[in-house]
């Protein structure tokens, strides 16, 4: 967006003509109760507030929103809250994937069609974040990210809890018959201990860290835990800093540059981030006009060490992690895996912004010489199952499993998983691979958080708590296991996915970076032949624009018609 005058602010358009639309406007913000001296001149700045009573994660934005509006009077602009879609990824169904891109629409949309110089994007719960920055992007007006911040360490007995990671766990206990529904009620009341996202390294974490490390957040705001004192102050801090943005003009696609996503894929990988992380980074940057592809992870990920010892890859949580340095001792750790002249929000070079940072415990954010594991999170594997790709976060899943021959147990959707899981004639053992397919961006559909498939009962009761899976699902950030991911082209539109049988041999090699369907390409080609797609999930509203426009895993899932392009002008007011 650009203002016909770049000297003026893009608000004046609305509030200084002595026209009749200027006094309308005008005239509707003194019967608020304001007055000139309020807003006339002054960079108007949004806050774009993601809450809601069913956002369990954002619950203290209505006291953070008081506090931005603060920072942003101290610096003389003018506050303007507006309410966008919440995404609380525990309460909302299919999956919060289903509306990313509706937030990122309508993140874009309400910046371009009001008065607005600048803008606070305050979110976390996981899609919450790659939402909000995809619409700043495409608004291209100048924005600041400000991160809800992880929630407290959870304690049981002597159990330090993560969310996410210690439910799928202790949920495996109690169907394996080691927990009893008295201790399970007490790990039910304590493992949310505050507001706050997942404080595991999970997909809220994950994305947090990649703002910081885009320059989309002040330096050190990723890892400050959402109810202590400091991240009060760092809302104050980030709505004076959106002020000066307003008056600098500096818009994303000054601060953001092929370096900056690469950056953000290399701390994602050292962080030993969500997989999720791999298909939010692809849709902001295709939407900032880099067109990144997985074999740029690829690249990246042999070459990054993991450095967070945070869990599900780590031991620790994220309050620790803050307490050793946070994000910025990390990044310094990296050293020259990180591009440091990339440009920030608070217009100093992130090389800049972490030229102090010090790590405090040397055992929660691990030097390059002693690091979790010598390369990256989350690997990309490609193969006659996956001929465009998907990918394993092999420091979450068993050794054992990494290089894997088994027999294939297939599942066409989660319904029919559900049903026949614990099935004896489903004949699973510690050696099958389990599928679940038509899982994906369309089948789901909108690409459910299904990947981490459970393991059987009975092999739960034997000890065992992994096996190879593999889907066109994504998982939670916080789960683990030997779970391959993001299948591409998923079943539902045809990907060889769809043509597997029950007792096919499927080979998984972390050595070669390959998943592959050991049976030969004429039987292939003949099941290809008698495949029939699904018939749609949704005929009408959202879900059918949905399934029309949502590409694959290996582009972003973002909608065909928003990526990078021409330019959509500003209103006219007249
Ligand atoms: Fe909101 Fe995990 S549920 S961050
Ligand atoms: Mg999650």
New binding site residues.
């Given amino acids: 967006m650009n203002p016909s005058d770049e000297s003026e602010l893009r608000s004046s358009r609305w509030f200084s003509p002595d026209s009749l639309r200027g006094f309308g406007h005008r005239s509707r913000l003194k019967g608020m109760g304001y007055d000139d001296q309020d807003f006339r001149d002054r960079p108007v700045v949004a806050i774009l507030n993601t809450w809601s009573d069913l956002?369990?994660?954002?619950s203290h934005f209505p006291e953070r929103v008081q506090q931005v509006k603060r920072g942003i009077w101290q610096m003389g602009g003018f506050p303007v809250e507006i309410p966008v879609m919440s995404l609380?990824?525990?309460m909302m169904k299919p999956t919060t994937m289903l509306y990313r891109n509706l937030l990122a629409m309508e993140t874009e949309e309400v910046l371009r069609c009001h008065p607005i110089d600048a803008a606070v994007l305050m979110g976390?719960?996981?899609k919450t974040v790659p939402a909000l920055l995809m619409g700043a992007i495409s608004a291209d007006l100048p924005a600041i990210f400000l991160p809800?911040g992880?929630m407290l360490k959870a304690r049981w007995k002597d159990q330090t809890l993560g969310?996410?990671s210690d439910a799928w766990k202790y949920w495996d206990e109690r169907r394996a018959g080691n927990l009893c529904d008295e201790a399970w009620g007490e790990i039910e009341n304590c493992i949310a201990r505050s507001a706050?996202?997942?404080m595991t390294m999970?997909?809220?974490?994950t994305m947090a860290s990649i703002a910081e490390s885009m320059g989309m957040t002040l330096p050190g705001a990723s890892s400050v835990p959402a109810v202590i004192a400091e991240h009060a102050r760092l809302a104050v801090a980030t709505g004076r800093r959106a002020v000066e943005l307003a008056q600098e003009k500096l818009r994303p696609s000054a601060i953001l540059s092929p370096a900056s996503f690469d950056n953000a894929i290399v701390t994602s990988m050292a962080i030993g981030g969500s997989t999720n992380a791999i298909v939010h980074i692809i849709a902001m940057a295709r939407r900032a006009g880099f067109p990144l592809t997985l074999e740029r992870f690829d690249e990246l990920s042999r070459t990054t060490p993991v450095l967070a010892n945070v869990r599900p890859a780590g031991k620790y949580l994220m309050e620790d992690f803050f307490d050793a340095g946070g994000l910025p001792a990390l990044l310094k750790q990296l050293g020259d895996r990180i591009d440091g002249a990339c440009a920030t929000v608070n217009r100093k070079s992130i090389g800049e912004n972490i030229a102090a940072a010090e790590v405090i415990d040397v055992d929660i954010i691990r030097t390059r010489e002693n690091p979790i594991s010598p390369t990256g999170g989350t690997f990309v594997l490609r193969g006659n199952l996956a001929p465009s790709g998907c990918i394993i976060k092999p420091t979450a899943a068993s050794p054992r499993l990494l290089n894997h021959t088994g027999p294939a147990v297939v599942f066409d959707n989660y319904a029919q998983l559900k049903a026949k899981l614990n099935d004896p004639e489903a004949g699973i053992t510690a050696d099958s691979v389990l599928i679940l397919r038509n899982a994906g961006p369309q089948g789901g559909p909108g690409f459910p958080e299904w990947g981490m498939l459970p393991i059987p009962d009975h092999l739960l009761k034997q000890g065992i708590r992994d096996l190879v899976r593999i889907s066109d699902a994504r998982m939670?950030?916080?789960s683990y296991g030997t779970c391959v991911l993001h299948v591409a082209p998923e079943a539902s539109v045809g990907g060889p996915l769809a043509l597997v049988r029950n007792g096919d041999l499927i080979e998984l090699s972390i050595d070669q970076r390959s998943l592959n369907l050991l049976v030969d390409e004429k039987e292939l080609a003949k099941r290809q032949a008698e495949w029939t797609p699904p018939a749609p999930r949704y005929q009408r509203g959202y879900g059918a624009m949905f399934l029309k426009h949502v590409t694959q895993a290996d582009a972003g899932c973002d909608f065909d018609f928003l990526h990078h392009g021409a330019e959509t002008p500003d209103p006219d007011i007249y």
């Fill in positions: 956002n369990t994660c954002h609380g990824e525990m976390g719960c996981d809800a992880p969310s996410g706050g996202t997942c999970g997909t809220a974490s939670s950030g916080t």
